[in-house]
């Protein structure tokens, strides 16, 4: 398993990656939170560490950004022991907060805690294969079908199609959609959110003007209707 520690305190981060190396863990560091946005958008990592006080973009604000395309396991680390401050932190996405200092070997059995306790309820969410209607999204294979037929997509509209579909009835904003789909580094405008949508449409949609599947909810963004 692979463990994403971000911090900016280094000393503290090697001696966090040492003890879970220990356990056998893989472990990559980070040092502030817009670094860890973007290492968190590989999908790579089973659980992340994460500080609250950092250079760039804070630990909360990392926080619900990963959230917005990520449910992977975040343990917040902070100095403040206030519980204003527990509760922003799990107000933000975080699954467990730890101040400093702290113990290590706690550390170690909440992060082995979490990690089983992820592996629990996400153990049904394996597929390979997602189907909504005649709609096939074939993850491993990174194709779509409709009605048995592959769809040709590109690399953006197959990325775009996966979001929406793996959340179903949730609806996100064309902002949301740039940032988790294109990343908070581009510098498109949002119309191009539209363009790929309306692509989208009218290569998986039996009438692109009335869309079964992707839909539009007026003044806030796009869902997809499971």
């Not at 690399?155 to 959340?167: I, N, R, T």
């Not at 119309?191 to 079964?212: F, G, Q, S, Y």
């Amino acid at each position: 398993m692979k463990i994403l520690v971000v911090d900016d305190e280094k000393l503290l981060v090697k001696g966090i990656k040492f003890n879970l190396e220990h356990e056998g863990y893989q472990v990559e560091c980070a040092y502030d939170g817009r670094a860890a946005v973007e290492l968190a958008r590989s999908g790579d990592y089973s659980l992340i560490i994460l500080d609250v006080m950092m250079p760039e973009i804070d630990g909360l604000e990392a926080c619900m950004r990963i959230r917005e395309f990520s449910d992977v396991p975040i343990i917040m680390l902070t100095a403040k022991s206030e519980d204003t401050d527990k509760l922003m932190g799990f107000d933000s996405g975080a699954d467990d907060y730890m101040t400093k200092p702290f113990n290590i070997l706690e550390l170690k059995a909440r992060v082995k805690a979490l990690l089983k306790r992820a592996g629990a309820a996400h153990s049904a969410d394996k597929r390979e294969e997602i189907t909504i209607g005649n709609l096939t999204l074939d993850q491993r294979e990174h194709v779509v079908r409709r009605g048995g037929e592959s769809v040709d997509l590109t690399a953006k509209e197959y990325d775009l199609l996966e979001l929406l579909m793996k959340h179903p009835r949730r609806v996100y904003s064309r902002e949301m959609l740039m940032n988790i789909v294109w990343g908070y580094e581009y510098q498109g405008d949002f119309r191009t959110v539209d363009v790929h949508v309306r692509r989208l449409r009218e290569k998986i949609e039996e009438n692109p003007a009335e869309p079964e599947y992707i839909r539009t909810k007026w003044g806030v963004g796009y869902y997809f209707k499971g």
